[in-house]
């Protein structure tokens, strides 16, 4: 079973300055099962960026993903106030077959 | 577009089952590009995976609850079930559905999500 690391666990940023989230995997994740979720309170997660880089549908440009192997990276360039929110990695492993996530990393307003 | 709805009893006793279903609306569940799946999220806590399913019934389960659930598929209805047996107050919890991309396993769509007390 592949366990997730996020850190740091929470990040107090202002509006307008970068925010670099780091998800360490305990063992090789392929790059196309790596996916970050972004979660505001009472809401359902929502999909930012699938197979570790890409983008999903309507997520503006300043979100960017990276990284290989155990290290992958999710970048919110210029923080708007409605990106303060929780940020999740989630990984699919296919043997066995199965799908973690990382336990978060909580974006907050300094 | 594709739209996700759970519903099912807000509470349930301890050791009972906990029973939920997801309704999928503007699509098709039957589609081969797609898994359906459930995850749950304690009070404050992140998210857990609970299981998958296809639509031809193929399941793929957490261990750590695979003793204890069962997910289903009724194509006629466009819906999937999840029953979770022997539940304690670790299950509670806000259960949501979501669609998973078959090819690279992310989900791209989720249903809000429906809150579970277990409670007696």
Do not use: H
């Not at chain 2, 807000?10 to 089952?17: A, C, D, I, Q, R």
């Amino acid at each position: 079973e592949i366990v997730l690391t996020q850190s740091p666990g929470t990040l107090s940023l202002s509006p307008g300055e970068r925010a670099t989230l780091s998800c360490r995997a305990s063992q090789s994740v392929s790059s196309s099962y790596l996916a970050w979720y972004q979660q505001k309170p009472g809401q359902a997660p929502r999909l930012l960026i699938y197979g570790a880089s890409s983008r999903a549908t309507g997520i503006p440009d300043r979100f960017s993903g990276s990284g290989s192997g155990t290290d992958f990276t999710l970048t919110i360039s210029r923080l708007e106030p409605e990106d303060f929110a929780v940020y999740y990695c989630q990984q699919y492993g296919s043997s066995p077959r199965f799908i973690t996530f990382g336990p978060g990393t909580k974006v907050d307003i300094k | 577009q594709l739209q996700l709805q759970e519903s099912g009893p807000g509470l349930v006793k301890p050791s009972e089952t906990l029973s939920l279903t997801c309704t999928v609306s503007g699509g098709s569940i039957s589609s081969s590009s797609y898994y359906w799946g459930w995850i749950r999220q304690p009070p404050g806590k992140g998210l857990e995976w609970i299981g998958s399913i296809y639509y031809s019934g193929s399941t793929y389960y957490n261990p750590s609850l695979k003793s204890r659930v069962t997910i289903s598929v009724d194509t006629s209805k466009n819906q999937f079930s999840l029953k979770l047996s022997s539940v304690t107050a670790a299950d509670t919890a806000v259960y949501y559905c979501a669609r998973l991309n078959g090819y690279r396993y992310y989900m791209d769509v989720w249903g809000k999500g429906t809150t579970v007390t277990v409670s007696s």
